[in-house]
């Protein structure tokens, strides 16, 4: 069965993004929902980054204004390594298989995270392509974020450039340090064609990994969770060590191994494992990325 339309794929080849409804049963929403409100729990007694992905990172992220009464928790790394049903849905669900259409057949798991936004939180993202993180032999990648909650105009949604999947892979470097953003005047042009993807709970936005993309702070009482998935098309090989990595990395989540690579050509500037948490400590300047 396909899960998008010839309008949808057409959608996603001319803007590089869509949003698609019901990319998960109402049975896996709840449950995710349940899974990231216990951490979020958790999160209350805690008041730096903790617990410990598989290279001995922090997996739990927090914001510089979390509280016991109002927490920030604003990344939770590699989820699908220690939630079962975030596995599920990252590996095998109608989420997967609208990658697979947009990427396949053959389609590979490269990484997960949760990125939120509590009500009246200040987590910015700033203006950045994914490719750079994660460059591929190919571009044919894609990052997947699921909306956990209803996304708005109000509660800091994704907002992209349309169509730059389709222009230059832009330098993700200021003075010499990986910032994880483009510099100030390309973020103007970028913020100048924003689009908001927003959308109801268990919609996805399926967003090439070269399209320009950023978000504003949570100026509500809603909260914004994503579950963000990255797809590769199985024959792109990366390029670059995994900045949040997993056990799962690289597993075949639909199809076959090709046993073949294929490449086209770019050039690309290495991009940096954040020594901290997350990207946000890059994108804040607090990581000079050199171990
Ligand atoms: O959380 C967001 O709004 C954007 C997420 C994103 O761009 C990322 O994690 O690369």
């Known amino acids: 069965m396909m899960r998008l339309s010839k309008d949808q794929k057409d959608a996603f080849a001319g803007d590089g993004a869509i949003v698609a409804e019901n990319a998960v049963s109402a049975d896996q929403l709840k449950r995710l929902r349940f899974e990231f409100s216990r951490w979020v729990d958790e999160s209350r007694s805690q008041t730096a980054a903790y617990g410990q992905i ?17 927490p920030s928790l604003r990344r939770v790394a590699s989820p699908t390594d220690i939630s079962e049903t975030c ?11 609208m990658a697979a259409e947009l990427l396949g057949p053959d389609v590979r798991f490269h990484h997960a995270k949760i990125n939120s936004k509590l009500p009246r939180t200040t987590t910015v993202v700033k203006w950045h392509q994914d490719f750079p993180f994660d460059p591929h032999s190919n571009d044919d990648t894609l990052t997947a974020l699921l909306f956990l909650d209803d996304v708005t105009l109000e509660n800091g949604p994704l907002m992209i450039a349309p169509g730059t999947h389709k222009g230059a892979i832009h330098s993700h470097y200021q003075g010499g340090v990986f910032t994880g953003a483009v510099s100030p005047e390309i973020s103007a042009e970028f913020e100048a064609d924003a689009v908001a993807c927003t959308g109801p709970a268990g919609a996805v936005c399926l967003m090439h990994s070269r399209v320009a993309h950023a978000s504003t702070a949570n100026d509500s009482e809603a909260p914004r969770t994503l579950f963000i998935v990255t797809y590769a098309a199985a024959d792109a090989a990366p390029l670059s060590p995994i900045a949040v990595p997993s056990p799962h990395a690289g597993r075949i989540v639909r199809g076959k191994e090709p046993g073949k690579i294929r490449s086209m050509g770019f050039e690309i500037e290495t991009p940096a494992i954040p020594k901290g948490a997350s990207f946000f400590v890059q994108q804040a300047g607090e990581d000079d990325g050199q171990d």
Do not use: I, K
Not at 54 to 70: Q, V
Not at 87 to 97: C, K, L, Q
């Open 87 to 97: 596995a599920e849905v990252a590996f095998n669900s109608a989420m997967t298989d």
């Open 54 to 70: 598989c290279d001995g990172r922090p997996r739990f992220d927090l914001e510089s204004d979390h509280s016991a009464e109002r």
